[in-house]
């Protein structure tokens, strides 16, 4: 075959398999979007994960270099590739982007390689991508700074290290939310025009990976001319090497650099919140009786290592102010409004300082129930999840303070109550209703997961409603601070059903737990009671392991059907937010029922609310239960016993008379419910 011919042929191979390649990423959920708009002749594609925009930590794909497009590392690799025995070809990104998404990321992949298009025999060039340069910066500018991530990561192959590293010249404010930069055999080095600020981001955040002959994880000579770790990849086996393609290093390292994403993950957030909360205190020291007064009170100090820029580091920071002046004399307590497992919860408005008059609830919990009950550990991982959470979906902490005796926590006072008695005023909620307070608790659970939290406990008490109609969730006492988790916990009716069989794994306790629960809470809210209710909890453990929810024509519409079968599925691996190949959350948020929904006006709290309840908001209290117990008095614990609390943060509650309590279910409990009814869920649909 004449030669011409035959690199006619490759080109036409490569370009069907780049097509396949970003086809595949379609069904992960990424959306293809176009520079400088899909209308332009001349114009080029690049690629967003469906959450890029809401995510808490962004990755920017940034590789350059010989026929490098989007969806592949290398076109040698990729056509030299043989995908019979692999789940994806060698030089596909895909790998990389399925374990991005997995761990949460949003993520977008850019294009830099394509800066010009022929047009009748023309060559073009692409506006706003003239050259890789140019087209980083635009990337960046248009959308990257729209996403409301807090963290930035930089995944940077090839020539694509020059790029990352203009870029980050070029925007200071990207170089300040910059957590980690991982560079896989990256072509650029230290020079004299370096700005100090990128200088110093790339030696203590920046890692470099290459092929060599050294045993993986080698420090490299490299170090110095790059200005970043550089560290050995290995070399791949010389029998089984059919390329000496430098692309081989990204499959080789991809395991060590996302460890690395996760360890500067916890770096960067713990250095971010110190920030925070300094300026916080900075903010609130004002000279009054109260000069304390600031939105943290309690502290801790926790001790995270992690091998960060080659090296093992113990940090110690402060994660919340210490004040020793405020009590539980700085507010007026108003009412009981809710009791929970270790204490009260109480309207309370402050009366001095800063934010005086506003209203707050106070959980109040004595130490000595939390320590008899054996929640101390509990407390602990909640403060830690708590701290954590900026969301404007979930509740917010914004004071906690203790004395010998008793632990005090207020958060935003949500005078609307809970969505449970919400709907016990109306019975049930019409479809639009249900369906905004869905799309919002969507976005709040999607940002939990995407902070590998779990939260184990969605029912509606737990759901509360502002003044203005937006809910919020509350209630962490729960959680899992991994999306794995082992305890039995919940509300029975909200079970889902991997928990009942008999057969559970590490997976039956993920993030599928809470979009069952959710798939439940729905329902529920359509139909004003749960899908498998039965006043005999064996027979309901029955239900939801063996029946299929009824949905009435009158009150389910067949797209809410569709919707609410695709999350009630007893199979937890093909449940609608669990599909992680196939999208996870940004499939469940694509669903027809949200068709038309703005997320990122929803994120901003523009869509207006069906429905703004009508609450107490500073009136005499005169129908509410009378405090029976002072929050000042106590009863006895050591004083070794209360420093296990420091730092101890709020447990949210809603539960209001009448409401479900949370159950924590054993072995025992299930063999006596459901005897031989326990199976295996993964057996059937």
């Not at 926790?302 to 820029?309: G, M």
């Amino acid at each position: 075959m004449p030669l011409e011919d035959e690199r006619s042929r490759m080109e036409r191979l490569l370009q069907q398999i780049v097509c396949e390649e970003q086809q595949q990423m379609l069904r992960l959920g990424f959306i293809e979007a176009f520079i400088p708009n899909v209308d332009s002749p001349a114009r080029c594609n690049i690629f967003l994960s469906a959450n890029w925009h809401i995510c808490e930590r962004l990755l920017l794909v940034i590789a350059s270099g010989n026929g490098i497009q989007p969806g592949i590392w290398s076109r040698s690799l990729v056509l030299e590739a043989d995908t019979a025995s692999n789940q994806y070809r060698s030089g596909s990104m895909l790998p990389y982007l399925h374990t991005a998404l997995t761990a949460g990321f949003g993520v977008i992949v850019l294009n830099p390689n394509t800066n010009s298009v022929f047009l009748n025999n023309e060559k073009i060039l692409i506006p706003s991508s003239e050259n890789p340069d140019q087209h980083v910066q635009y990337v960046w500018e248009t959308f990257g700074t729209r996403s409301a991530c807090s963290q930035v990561y930089i995944a940077a192959y090839g020539r694509g290290g020059i790029l990352a590293k203009h870029l980050l010249d070029a925007q200071p404010i990207l170089c300040t939310k910059t957590a980690a930069i991982a560079f896989v055999e990256s072509s650029h080095h230290i020079e004299s025009t370096d700005s100090e600020q990128v200088r110093t981001l790339l030696k203590s955040r920046g890692i470099n990976w290459q092929r060599s002959r050294h045993a993986p994880g080698t420090q490299l000579a490299t170090t110095e001319q790059l200005g970043c770790l550089s560290l050995s990849a290995g070399e791949p086996d010389r029998k089984k090497a059919t390329s000496t393609n430098t692309a081989w290093t990204i499959s080789a390292s991809m395991g060590t650099v996302f460890a690395f994403f996760e360890s500067a993950r916890n770096f960067a957030a713990e250095a971010e919140l110190k920030s925070e909360m300094d300026a916080i205190s900075q903010h609130e020291a004002v000279p009054e009786a109260h000069e304390e007064d600031a939105e943290m009170i309690a502290h801790q100090e926790d001790i995270l290592e992690v091998r960060y820029n080659g090296a093992r580091r113990s940090s110690r920071a402060r994660s919340m102010i210490v004040s020793t002046s405020m009590s539980v004399s700085d507010f007026e307590l108003l009412a009981v409004v809710g009791k929970g497992a270790y204490g009260k919860v109480y309207l309370a408005k402050k009366k001095y300082g800063r934010n005086a008059g506003r209203f707050y609830a106070m959980k109040v919990s004595r130490k000595e129930d939390v320590f008899e009950k054996k929640q101390v550990e509990h407390a602990k991982l909640e403060q830690r999840i708590l701290k954590a959470i900026e969301h404007p979906f979930i509740v917010r902490l914004r004071y906690a303070f203790q004395n010998e005796h008793k632990l005090y926590l207020l958060m935003d006072y949500y005078c609307g109550g809970s969505l449970y008695t919400q709907l016990r005023k109306r019975e049930r909620f019409d479809i639009a209703q249900a369906r905004f307070y869905a799309a919002e608790l969507a976005l709040a659970l999607t940002h939990l997961h995407d902070m590998r939290i779990m939260y184990r406990d969605i029912k509606l008490e737990n759901i509360l409603m502002d003044s203005e109609g937006h809910i919020a969730i509350t209630d962490f006492g729960l959680c899992k601070d991994d999306v794995q988790g082992f305890t039995f916990v919940g509300t029975a009716e909200y079970l889902a059903p991997e928990l009942l069989c008999s057969q559970r794994t590490a997976t039956s306790y993920g993030k599928s737990v809470d979009w069952w629960g959710y798939g439940v809470l729905i329902y529920e809210m359509i139909r004003g009671q749960t899908p498998f209710w039965d006043s005999n909890r064996r027979q309901m453990f029955q239900k939801i392991l063996m029946k299929e929810p009824e949905f009435p024509p009158e009150l389910f519409s067949d797209v809410v059907i569709d919707f609410l079968k695709r999350l009630l599925v007893k199979n937890p691996l093909g449940r609608l937010g669990c599909r992680d190949p196939l999208g996870g959350p940004a499939e469940l948020l694509s669903h027809p029922w949200f068709y038309g929904i703005d997320w990122q006006a929803l994120l901003d709290r523009k869509v207006e609310p069906p429905v703004r309840p009508v609450a107490f908001q500073g009136q005499a209290v005169s129908n509410v239960p009378a405090m029976a117990e002072s929050p000042t008095s106590c009863g006895k614990l050591s004083p070794d016993g209360s420093m296990h609390f420091e730092g101890y943060s709020y447990r949210g509650s809603d539960v209001l008379t009448g409401s479900r309590a949370p159950s924590y279910i054993t072995e025992s409990d299930l063999r006596m419910d459901l005897g031989d009814w326990a199976i295996d869920t993964t057996k059937t649909s």
